[in-house]
Structure formats: C-alpha cells, structure tokens
C-alpha cells in the first residue's frame, strides 16, 4: 500500500511537469514524511477546464460521508484506491471515481520489509535521476463544507496496484503485501489527466507496471516515532547490515 510520502522540492517543479504557467503562489510548506492518517494538505493536479495545481487533502471523502461522524468512520481506509476496483468492481466507491483523476506529485514514499527482525525495517523508494513524480490517483470533494470558509474539501486517494520485482521484495509481508503506488512515467501521467480517457485507455494505464530498473530504495530509521521534518529522515542506513533485496 502507500501510506507515508514525501515532498520535500519546490511546487515550480509540478509548473514544469505540467508545461503551465502558475502554481508558484500555491502554499505548500516541504515535507519529508507525512502519514496518509493525519489527512494532511499534499500537491496534486487535476483537469478542471485545463491543468491546475490544487492542494488536496489525503484521504478520500465520499459523497456517502455526509456527517462528521461517517467521515471519521470511514475516511481512515480510503487514502488508497486498489487498481482492481476502478474498473472491476461497479458496487465501489473508486467505479465512481474513476473520471475524477488526479496526479499525486512526491519526491519519494516509504513501505516496510519483513527483515525477519522484531520490527519491519523501512525503506525510502523514489525515481532514479527525478527530483519529483507522480502517482495516479482519484479524488473527491468533501460533501460538507469547511465550518471556516463554506469552501467543499478536495480529497485524494493514491491509486495501488500488484508489486514489480523491486517493490515485492521490500513489501514482502502484512495483509496489503506486494503492493505499490500507481506510479507512471511523464507521458501517462499527462494521459491519466485528460478528461477524454476511455474505460479501455483507463485500463491500459492501471495495468502499467513501472520499472523496478528505475527505482531505487534505501533502508532508514523508523520512521513511526515522532522526529524532525528534515533530511535525516530519509538517511540512508548502512545496507550490508540486513538481507540483500
């Protein structure tokens, strides 16, 4: 699955990914871990008459959670969308989503391997020579308005999928093992975004398996006790110290 993400680079980056002008007055403060729990603020883009930057809160909320008391019920399982459901399952909450996409920009993600110890052993993955990438995702507005401003809350889901090599050797054990966030490549990324995506191009895309040969993924300090958001974070440990991926 994919519950803790980075974006520790600067909002400019997602202009370029686009090819738009704008976005460098959108408030984002960098981040090296946030939890997909604390339903925090991230950089996503959408296509709402053309491509915009928008900051999004993680963790879907659907239209069915209309009182507070469903949105904390409910939201704390949907900060990740299962490919399988999008097109297969038309009972699901993601079936109906599936024409609001959206790109989930990140620096890197961690997932934990079962080194065989009394604790996973983190790792953080990220793109090989990127300084950011996207993710696929499917989003949703808050049915309830913010009490504050009367605005409705754009929420996010990161898209999973099966594992590659790579990412089955680090997710080995759990419930949710051998799984991986959706990542895609510049050109469907852009392709996940337009508003003409049929079922059968929809398909092709969350069936694309991004290659582990252009990954890498270090192992780091835990990163589920409280610390400071800063590059430390993401340090490498010294990798002889534990089983060879």
Request: neutral net charge; aromatic residues 12%.
């Amino acid at each position: 699955m994919c519950y803790d993400m980075s974006f520790f680079s600067n909002i400019k980056l997602i202009s370029d990914y686009l090819n738009i002008t704008g976005g460098q007055d959108i408030s984002f403060e960098p981040t090296y871990h946030k939890v997909a729990q604390s339903f925090c603020p991230w950089p996503v883009a959408v296509n709402e008459d053309g491509l915009k930057i928008k900051i999004f809160d993680w963790g879907v909320i659907a239209d069915y959670m209309n009182t507070p008391e469903k949105i904390r019920e409910y939201r704390t399982s949907m900060a990740n969308a299962r490919s399988e459901k999008i097109l297969d399952d038309t009972r699901s909450v993601w079936h109906r989503l599936r024409q609001q996409r959206c790109l989930v920009f990140s620096t890197g993600f961690f997932e934990h391997r079962d080194t065989g110890g009394k604790k996973k052993l983190p790792y953080f993955i990220k793109v090989k020579g990127q300084e950011i990438f996207a993710f696929a995702g499917l989003y949703n507005y808050s049915p309830i308005p913010d009490p504050e401003t009367g605005e409705l809350t754009g929420t996010f889901a990161v898209i999973t999928r099966p594992a590659n090599p790579l990412m089955a050797k680090i997710h080995n054990g759990g419930p949710n093992s051998q799984r991986m966030p959706l990542l895609l490549t510049h050109e469907k990324g852009l392709d996940w975004l337009r508003p003409d995506l049929t079922d059968a191009a929809l398909k092709e895309i969350i069936q694309y398996e991004f290659p582990d040969r252009e990954m890498e993924a270090w192992p780091v300090n835990t990163i589920r006790t409280r610390k400071e958001d800063t590059a430390q974070v993401i340090a490498p440990l010294d990798a002889t110290l534990f089983p060879a991926l």
